[in-house]
T-cell receptor, first 113, second 114 residues
């Protein structure tokens, strides 16, 4: 089955620690995205990638980093520089970056203790 | 960036009722989309609209792309328990706008009372 997989589903971390969220897709999509969702808020774009070895900052990139070494994979690192990291993180992919038709993963909930 | 004003913020309805929600903006968009998010899951695309005035149905769901290109609405007829969730509108400036040209509303939380 084609789809997009995020892991872990739940993650706890102590303040000052970096944590990496995994996102893998087997849809052969060129574009991949990371969004952050907070209660009562819409989806805010953290980073996106149009193609392998390329990525762009979104609206709230500070305190986050990404890599796109393979077409299938787009991991997100939440660094200790992110002041308020507790949130629900959503990875998505699409055929190209020019379409609004996104396929989302099931999300990763990060809680900082 | 552009903002989408989505309303209502939440809806409490009885099973079987019809539902209507909308999304407005002061900016013009060329694409409007509606997504649904089940609790603890990622959003799923329901309907995509690409032409001003377009009216599109998907089962019990109907969505329209406003003629001014500044708004869209989503209707759900004869609601059932599995309709519970958060509905997001999204809009895109143009086909070459890139990922940062896609804006999401804050969502409408649909709750069905027994």
């Amino acid at each position: 089955d084609g789809g997009i997989t995020q892991s872990p589903k739940y993650l706890f971390r102590k303040e000052g620690q970096n944590v990496t969220l995994s996102c893998e897709q087997n849809l052969n999509h060129d574009a991949m995205y990371w969004y952050r969702q907070d209660p009562g808020q819409g989806l805010r774009l953290i980073y996106y990638s149009q193609i392998v070895n390329d990525f762009q900052k979104g609206d709230i990139a500070e305190g986050y980093s990404v890599s796109r070494e393979k077409k299938e994979s787009f991991p997100l690192t939440v660094t200790s520089a992110q002041k308020n990291p507790t949130a629900f993180y959503l990875c998505a992919s699409s055929t190209t970056v020019d379409t609004g038709e996104l396929f989302f993963g099931e999300g990763s909930r990060l809680t900082v203790l | 960036g552009q903002q989408l004003n989505q309303s209502p913020q939440s809806m409490f309805i009885q099973e079987g009722e019809d539902v209507s929600m909308n999304c407005t903006s002061s900016s013009i968009f060329n694409t409007w989309l509606w997504y649904k998010q089940d609790p603890g899951e990622g959003p799923v695309l329901l309907i995509a609209l690409y032409k001003a005035g377009e009216l599109t149905s998907n089962g019990r769901l109907t969505a329209q792309f406003g003629i001014t290109r500044k708004d869209s609405f989503l209707n759900i007829s004869a609601s059932i328990p599995s309709d519970v969730g958060i509905y997001f509108c999204a809009a895109q400036r143009d086909s070459g706008g890139g990922a940062d040209g896609l804006t999401f509303g804050k969502g409408t939380h649909l709750i069905i009372q027994p």
